[in-house]
């Protein structure tokens, strides 16, 4: 009884970590194209599965700050990875943005509207990038409250997630919603962008407007991930974008952040802070 009753704790425990978090919707009023869906996520978790959130129709943000005494100024959005399927919520959501926050990075992990899960009528490229664009501007409206600087605020995705960072970090001019209030009328280009074993967007151009890069994946990924990636690299690298490329041998999908982990792929967030740092982010002004 006492070791069901621990195994229980250990399971619920990141929903307990979670609940601690404010969220806050992108859009108060409702998400334009969610109108009429009314269904409440629903979440799925076992000792032996990763917490899996399906039935988006309230994109949010869960809010992570660091203490006033470690704050940097920088901000990252972290987006859960999961084939527009679900979001795996833990080892790239949660854990990732307790990581961050714990090293004066605010973090906020976004929840998209799902293009593929079952019965969904919303799109990778409409509404999953609209709410990645979104959450940018919302930040950025929000940075003085929450102690960010709005000129260092990045992207952070994960498998389907990094696709809508990748495609975030080409695709800012405009609008993809109305403009319906002043949120909207904030920058949705992101000013870094980090690819974790993303999935790469077809016809990817970038060009000198496109912010700095740190990309990373296992070499036993799949061969669109682990040979698209180094390609990736190299389109950034002509277009003088400042790239990063990581690729751990023996890793493959879905590393994330896990307390588990004791491989060299784990080392990958320490690699991207000082990244950050390199380029300026971290620097107190």
Same mark, same amino acid.
């Given at each position: %009884?006492?070791?069901?009753? $621990?195994?229980?704790?250990?399971?619920?425990?990141?929903?307990?970590?979670?609940?601690?978090?404010?969220?806050?919707?992108?859009?108060?009023?409702?998400?334009?194209?969610?109108?009429?869906?009314?269904?409440?996520?629903?979440?799925? #978790?076992?000792?032996? %599965?990763? @917490?899996?959130?399906?039935?988006?129709?309230?994109?949010?943000?869960?809010?992570?700050?660091?203490?006033?005494?470690?704050?940097?100024?920088?901000?990252?959005?972290?987006?859960?990875?999961?084939?527009?399927? %679900?979001?795996?919520?833990?080892?790239? +959501?949660?854990?990732?943005?307790?990581?961050?926050?714990?090293?004066? @990075?605010?973090? $906020?992990?976004?929840?998209?509207?799902?293009?593929?899960?079952?019965? #969904?009528?919303?799109?990778?490229?409409?509404?999953?990038?609209?709410?990645?664009?979104?959450?940018?501007?919302?930040?950025?409206?929000?940075?003085?409250? *929450?102690?960010?600087?709005?000129?260092?605020?990045?992207?952070?995705? $994960? #498998?389907?997630?990094?696709?809508?960072?990748?495609?975030? #970090?080409?695709? !800012?001019?405009?609008?993809?919603?109305?403009?319906?209030?002043?949120?909207?009328?904030?920058?949705? &280009?992101?000013?870094?962008?980090?690819?974790?074993?993303?999935?790469?967007?077809?016809?990817?151009?970038?060009? =000198?407007?496109?912010?700095?890069?740190?990309?990373?994946?296992?070499?036993?990924?799949?061969?669109?991930?682990?040979?698209?990636?180094?390609?990736?690299?190299?389109? !950034?690298?002509?277009? +003088?974008?400042?790239?990063?490329?990581?690729?751990?041998?023996?890793? +493959?999908?879905? !590393?994330?952040?896990?307390?588990?982990?004791?491989?060299?792929?784990?080392?990958?967030? $320490? &690699? !991207?802070?000082? *990244?950050?740092?390199?380029?300026?982010?971290? =620097?107190?002004?």
């Amino acid at each position: %009884m006492k070791l069901r009753s $621990f195994a229980l704790l250990l399971l619920l425990a990141p929903f307990a970590r979670a609940a601690d978090a404010p969220v806050v919707l992108l859009w108060p009023n409702g998400a334009p194209g969610s109108e009429g869906k009314t269904e409440p996520e629903k979440v799925k #978790s076992a000792p032996s %599965m990763p @917490i899996q959130v399906t039935s988006v129709h309230k994109p949010s943000l869960t809010v992570y700050l660091p203490t006033k005494e470690t704050a940097t100024g920088a901000a990252v959005i972290v987006i859960p990875g999961g084939g527009h399927r %679900m979001l795996v919520m833990e080892h790239e +959501g949660y854990a990732v943005a307790r990581w961050l926050s714990e090293r004066g @990075i605010a973090a $906020f992990i976004l929840k998209y509207r799902l293009a593929r899960d079952e019965g #969904s009528t919303y799109t990778v490229e409409g509404h999953a990038l609209q709410d990645t664009q979104r959450a940018i501007r919302l930040v950025r409206h929000r940075a003085t409250e *929450w102690g960010v600087d709005p000129t260092r605020v990045g992207v952070l995705g $994960f #498998s389907a997630g990094g696709e809508l960072a990748a495609l975030a #970090s080409v695709r !800012f001019a405009g609008l993809l919603g109305d403009g319906i209030d002043a949120v909207d009328a904030r920058p949705s &280009r992101p000013d870094f962008q980090a690819l974790i074993y993303p999935a790469i967007p077809k016809e990817m151009k970038p060009d =000198k407007d496109t912010p700095p890069a740190f990309l990373a994946c296992g070499f036993g990924d799949r061969q669109n991930i682990s040979e698209g990636l180094p390609s990736l690299y190299l389109l !950034f690298k002509q277009a +003088g974008v400042p790239t990063d490329l990581h690729v751990y041998a023996g890793a +493959g999908h879905g !590393f994330g952040i896990r307390d588990t982990d004791k491989s060299p792929a784990a080392g990958w967030p $320490f &690699r !991207f802070r000082e *990244w950050l740092d390199d380029q300026g982010f971290l =620097k107190k002004k």
